[in-house]
């Protein structure tokens, strides 16, 4: 099967870069706007340019995918005309761009390293397009899930608080490290080990048993001191402390 990736941001250059790596022959990523030649085509653009790409592409491909978490299924069928469509959604993040290559004698249709035993939420609308979507998971050495379009919403809101609330709070933690004289680069050093671990135990152990600190305690004196320290550092992020603070204080009972 050739594929066809739309789409030249970081997604859609790092699984061009993985497909390729993994054996298959890849056009692309080409920008939008542009029609790859290909049997199956996978549409990485912002949700917003789902239904405009899978317009440009179509009857240019039997298969047709796009990689969004929360847009479903449904939003390509009437632009996808006559195609057999489906998703694929890599339940990992790309900031930092495509994976890193292997040398060219690791790279002979094997799974890609960055991309092994990371989750995929995969549909399809025929039982073709759901195996396909399948295959091209598991050729990168990802776990394929399905996903069915009325759950997409709940599974993305996971995914971002897993994700990308996360990076908030250690913004925040940054911000409020700079009150007691850590450069943000400084205490990113400083703090990133107690991250590491803590995810480390989230998953080893679960929320309640991983949960540590002075709200778990039961240690009053000491929030009361940290909220009076963030009141005088970054009062305007207060209210979300309160809030995590009562939400700690849900979890520690």
Not at 182 to 196: G, S, T
Not at 236 to 250: E, G, I
């Amino acid at each position: 099967m050739k594929l066809g990736v739309v789409g030249n941001g970081r997604l859609g250059t790092a699984l061009a870069a993985a497909f390729r790596e993994a054996g298959y022959e890849v056009d692309g990523p080409v920008g939008r706007g542009e029609v790859p030649r290909a049997d199956a085509i996978l549409l990485c653009v912002p949700d917003a340019e789902i239904a405009a790409a899978a317009e440009t592409v179509a009857g240019a491909a039997r298969l047709v995918g796009h990689t969004s978490g929360a847009t479903p299924l449904g939003a390509l069928r009437p632009a996808a005309r006559g195609a057999h469509v489906f998703g694929f959604h890599p339940l990992q993040t790309f900031a930092g761009g495509e994976p890193r290559a292997q040398p060219p004698a690791a790279s002979q249709g094997g799974s890609v390293p960055e991309l092994e035993g990371i989750g995929c939420a995969i549909a399809g609308s025929t039982p073709e397009a759901l195996e396909t979507a399948r295959t091209l998971a598991e050729r990168l050495g990802m776990v394929p899930f399905e996903l069915p379009d009325h759950k997409r919403a709940a599974y993305h809101a996971a995914a971002s608080v897993a994700s990308n609330f996360l990076v908030t709070l250690q913004a925040m933690a940054e911000e409020v490290a700079a009150d007691a004289g850590l450069k943000p680069r400084q205490a990113r050093r400083l703090l990133a080990p107690l991250v590491r671990r803590t995810v480390e135990n989230w998953v080893e152990l679960g929320p309640q048993a991983a949960l540590t600190g002075p709200v778990a305690r039961g240690d009053h004196a000491t929030v009361a001191a940290q909220r009076h320290a963030i009141e005088a550092a970054s009062p305007d992020l207060l209210p979300l402390f309160d809030a995590l603070v009562d939400r700690t204080k849900a979890l520690a009972a």
